[in-house]
C-alpha cells in the first residue's frame, strides 16, 4: 500500500482493478481497508478501478493530531486524485466519508464524474451534537474504556435491531469490535468534524450527479437528515436501505452495491 505526500501530509491508499476509476472515502476512526470487505470485489468485478484511502487522522496516513477540518480532507482527496491523474471521477463516501466528498463535489466539481453520499446528513441536530460532545468529553477525560464495553457501544450504535437480534452474527460483529477500537488522537480531531455548521443552503450549489443512500434504523445520520442532503442538491437520487443501521454497507452489501453501480451505469 504505497503512502504519498500531497497536501502537506503523507496520505495512505491502495489502488486495485482496472477500468475507469472510484475513489472510496471512509467515515471516522476506520481505514480504508473497511471497505475491502464488499464493496472493492463487487466494483472490480462490475469493471472498476477502486482507490481507497486511510483518511487523515487514520495511521500510517499522518494522524494530524494538533486538528484539522473537514475542508483539509477534502483538499487531501482532491490532492490524490491529482496526483494519480484520475480526475474526472467517481467518489464513494460514507458518514464523515460523504461530508468530505460533500465538500469536494461543491469546492472543486471538475475532479467529480459521479458522488455516493451514504449516511450522510448537511447539519448536526441537538442529538447527534450531544453524541459527538459526549464522545470528545469521555476522549478528553483520559478514561480507559474496556474493549468489551467499547465493542458493545459501537454494536448499538452502528448496527440494525435485525443484526443485534441475531446471536451467529452479533457473535463475530463483537469479536471484531473488541479487537479493532477506534481510538487515538487522529480519531479525536475527527470526532470535532461531527460538530459541523448547517451546510445544507451550500449544498444546493453542487451541480455534479449525486446518490443519496440512508439507512433505515441508522442512529447517526437518520433517513430523515439525509434525505435534506438529496432535498438541497439538484437532481440528486434517494434511496433508502431497509434493515440496517449506519454500517448498512457491510449489513447488507449486496443491496448497497447494487444501487451504487446501477447509479455509475447512468453516466457509463
Known amino acids: 500500500m504505497p503512502i504519498v505526500t500531497v497536501n502537506g501530509i ?23 481497508r473497511v471497505w475491502h470487505l464488499h464493496q472493492v470485489p463487487a466494483f472490480i468485478a462490475a ?6 484511502v486511510d483518511n487523515r487522522g487514520i495511521p500510517p496516513s499522518d494522524e494530524c493530531a494538533e486538528g484539522f477540518t473537514v475542508d483539509d ?10 496526483h494519480l ?29 459521479q458522488a455516493v453520499l451514504m449516511a450522510t446528513r448537511g447539519r448536526a441536530d441537538v442529538f447527534r451534537t450531544a453524541v459527538a460532545r459526549a464522545e470528545i468529553a469521555l476522549h478528553d477525560s483520559g478514561a480507559v474504556v474496556p474493549p468489551v464495553y467499547d465493542a458493545i457501544y459501537r454494536a448499538v450504535q452502528n448496527l440494525s435491531s435485525r443484526t443485534l437480534n441475531d446471536d ?12 479493532s477500537p477506534i481510538t ?23 451541480e455534479v450527479p449525486c446518490q443519496v443512500i440512508a439507512f433505515e434504523h441508522d442512529l447517526n445520520a437518520p433517513p430523515h437528515l439525509a434525505r435534506e442532503v438529496a432535498d ?23 443491496a448497497v452495491n447494487k444501487i451504487i453501480v446501477e447509479f455509475f451505469r447512468t453516466a457509463a
Do not use: K
Open 73 to 82: 480532507m477534502a483538499a487531501d482527496i482532491a490532492a490524490l486524485v491529482e
Open 85 to 113: 491523474g484520475l480526475g474526472p471521477c467517481r467518489l464513494v463516501g460514507t458518514s464523515l466519508g460523504a461530508f468530505v466528498v460533500q465538500e469536494l463535489a461543491l469546492a472543486r466539481p471538475s475532479l467529480v464524474r
Open 168 to 179: 451467529a452474527a452479533m457473535t463475530d460483529w463483537l469479536d471484531l469490535f473488541e479487537l
Open 184 to 206: 487515538g488522537p487522529g480519531v479525536r480531531a475527527q470526532l470535532e468534524l461531527s460538530l459541523s455548521d448547517n451546510r445544507l443552503a451550500a449544498y444546493r450549489s453542487i
Open 232 to 254: 438541497a442538491i439538484p437532481g440528486a437520487r434517494f434511496d433508502v436501505v431497509p434493515g440496517c443501521g449506519h454500517y448498512g454497507y457491510l449489513e447488507d452489501p449486496v
Open 47 to 52: 469493471g472498476y478501478r477502486v482507490i481507497t
Open 10 to 32: 503523507r496520505l495512505n491508499y491502495e489502488d486495485v482493478g482496472a477500468g475507469d476509476p472510484v475513489v472510496m472515502v471512509m467515515g471516522t476512526g476506520s481505514g480504508g
